[in-house]
């Protein structure tokens, strides 16, 4: 299957952000981001990545708790969103960065820690192998990438949110990451609750 272009799927998420569809934003971070972050004090320190942030909740949340945070969206008025959620919550440039940018095509890794949600599922499914060896690329040996497996349901074309499963994860990532943990969590965003698993993946090189 060929993936759609870069100008499409850019045109595509511009239009859903410049007519305000942006169903996605539950308006305040992954309860399971905000559980992992006060209780893993394992979890690797230093710089982190959010692809695809959106407004960017999950960013903030992970700068609040000490990271250096890059964030990457294709659509501009995410990232101006982005911004403005960053001043109300007293964070700075410093601390959280988010940049016009194509995730498939930033290169400026390594980082600690990546953190995907509502990403992944995001995504034309052609593009799966790519987000795969993309994340191998950028995260820094002794890293972890840790996804919010959402969203849980059988198999179907339809999409995006496309269909997503922790066999499927574990198939695109298992050439490059072992997983640590991987567990349904206990709390999510109301309208999620049911549907989301947690993984922790180790890069195989570290
Ligand atoms: C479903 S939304 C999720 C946003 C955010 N993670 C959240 O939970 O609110 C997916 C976001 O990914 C962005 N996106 C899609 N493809 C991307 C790419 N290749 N690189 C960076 N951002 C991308 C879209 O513009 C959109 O804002």
Request: include cysteine; aromatic fraction near 12%.
């Amino acid at each position: 299957m060929t993936a759609p272009s870069i100008t499409e799927r850019t045109a595509y998420w511009q239009e859903a952000w410049s007519t305000g569809d942006t169903r996605w934003d539950a308006g305040e971070a992954a309860p399971a981001l905000v559980d992992l972050l006060s209780t893993s004090a394992d979890l690797p320190k230093g710089r982190a990545l959010v692809p695809g942030c959106g407004s960017g909740y999950d960013a903030l949340a992970l700068a609040h708790a000490g990271y250096t945070v890059t964030a990457l969206d294709l659509v501009d008025l995410a990232v101006f969103r982005f911004r403005e959620l960053r001043q109300n919550k007293g964070l700075f440039s410093h601390q959280a960065e988010a940049h016009i940018a194509d995730f498939f095509a930033y290169n400026e890794g390594p980082f600690s820690l990546i953190w995907d949600y509502t990403f992944l599922c995001a995504i034309p499914p052609s593009l799966r192998t790519a987000w795969a060896e993309q994340m191998a690329r950028l995260i820094a040996p002794t890293g972890e990438l840790v996804t919010l497996i959402f969203p849980i349901r059988p198999e179907d074309d339809a999409g995006p949110p496309f269909a997503m499963s922790p066999e499927l994860v574990e198939r695109l990532l298992s050439p490059y990451f072992t997983p640590k943990t991987m567990f349904p969590v206990p709390r999510s965003h109301p309208a999620r609750q049911g549907r989301e698993v947690l993984a922790r993946w180790m890069p195989r090189n570290g």
